[in-house]
Every structure is written in C-alpha cells, then in structure tokens.
C-alpha cells in the first residue's frame, strides 16, 4: 500500500513569495491533515479536511495560508506572501475512517530568505 | 482540552541499555494516545496508540508504553536500545477543542544511542 505522497521535498525562496505544497493521501482515507513544524517543536494542526470539506482550520493563519482538496483526494497548500517565521516543515497526514491514527507523509521543508 | 507534556527534551543512553520516553498528559477521560518517532529529514511514522483496550501496549521495533491513569501517564519504553532507535519521539493525544477532535502533540523527546 503507497503510503501519503507529498511534494517538492525541499523549497527554497524568498520573503513576499508564494510558494505551493501538493499532498496525496493514502487511497481511501477520507481525512486529510496539513501540519507545520517548526524546528525543535511538535507539529502543530494548520488545516483538516474531511473529504473536500474543512473540519479544522482554526490555527490557519487565513490571511496567508490556504489550501483545498476540491475532489476530495490530494490537496495543495499555499503560503503567499510567505514570512521568515514561515520556515518549517509542512506535513501531510491522513486517516481511514473512524480511526484516530493518522499516517504521515514525508514533508516538506520549507526555507523562506 | 487535552495537552501534552514530553520530560526531557533530549535523552541519551548507551547501546544496550533501558530506553525510558515520558509523556504526561492532562485529561479528566480516558484519552486516546499515541507515539510517534521521526527520523532525519522524514516524517512520523506510528510507533503505537492506545485507545481504552489494555493498558500495556506494544509497538513496532520493541517498543511498549503503559497507559497509567493514576498517573496521568503513558511513558515509552524498550528493554535494550539499538543505535538504530536514535530519532525523535512524539508523544501525542486527541484533543477535542472548539467542537472538533484533533490530535495535540508533546515537543519532543530526542534520543541519542551512544556506542
């Protein structure tokens, strides 16, 4: 079974541009996450989405950062104009239904000049 | 709402030794909690979970933690470290906050195997 696919890998740019991260999530799992992690902390929950519907997006700074999973599958997450406090990890999770355990992708790193 | 507390930021042990993660977490239910570990440069990878079946549960590479209510605690452990073990873990629980449940995790505990 793939497991949650996330790209690019790595991302480099520099403050006041946009930058855009794409998810995959395991097939069949319904729920679908965006996390950040900064560097020395825990992953904090940015955005859930169950199906193509936001559940969560309480920690979502909205006047940067925006994301959709319009057919319900993969996602993108959007950062513009992105801030030096923006360099971190981007995570992508997903769960199956009716389960609280979450699969992780292998994230993105976000570098921001 | 449910939060999360990892003691040690950093913790190291010789190869072979007992390998001893703690997690306290703050609730008045039954949580439901889990341990993640990640290595350089990957994401989380599930170690193992608790949701209100036995108390003493067993992961993946030897791993076990124990649900202690008494203690609000759900500490990690394995008998004997391997360097390979060297990683972060993530000690993290289902929160539910603003009429959502989601999960909150600890900072972090590093481990460093020493040869």
């Known amino acids: 079974e793939a497991g949650v696919a996330q790209s690019p890998r790595y991302k480099i740019i520099e403050k006041r541009q946009s930058v855009a991260f794409w998810c995959n999530p395991i097939?069949?799992?319904?729920?679908l996450y965006w996390y950040q992690q900064i560097l020395g902390q825990g992953p904090k929950l940015l955005i859930q989405f169950q199906n193509n519907g936001v559940v969560d997006d309480s920690q979502l700074p909205k006047d940067r950062f925006s994301a959709e999973r319009l057919k319900g599958v993969d996602s993108t997450l959007k950062i513009q104009p992105a801030k030096l406090e923006d360099s971190a990890v981007y995570l992508c999770?997903?769960?199956?239904?009716?389960?609280?355990?979450?699969?992780f992708g292998p994230g993105t790193r976000l570098l921001v000049l | 709402a449910q939060s999360v507390t990892q003691l040690g930021s950093h913790v190291s042990v010789s190869e072979g030794a007992l390998v001893l993660l703690r997690c306290n977490y703050s609730?008045?239910?039954?949580?439901?909690l889990f341990w993640y570990v990640q290595y350089p440069n990957q994401g989380l990878q599930l170690l193992l979970k608790y949701t209100s079946a036995a108390t003493l549960v067993k992961g993946i590479n030897g791993f076990e933690a124990e649900f202690k209510k008494s203690e609000t605690s759900f500490h990690l452990t394995k008998p004997s470290a391997h360097m390979s073990d060297a990683a972060e873990y993530f000690c993290a629980a289902i929160t539910s906050q603003g009429g959502s449940e989601k999960l909150v995790f600890g900072k972090g505990t590093k481990l460093t195997v020493n040869p």
């Open positions: 609730s008045s239910v039954p949580p439901y």
């Open positions: 999770a997903s769960s199956p239904p009716y389960s609280w355990t979450q699969y």
């Open positions: 097939s069949g799992h319904a729920t």
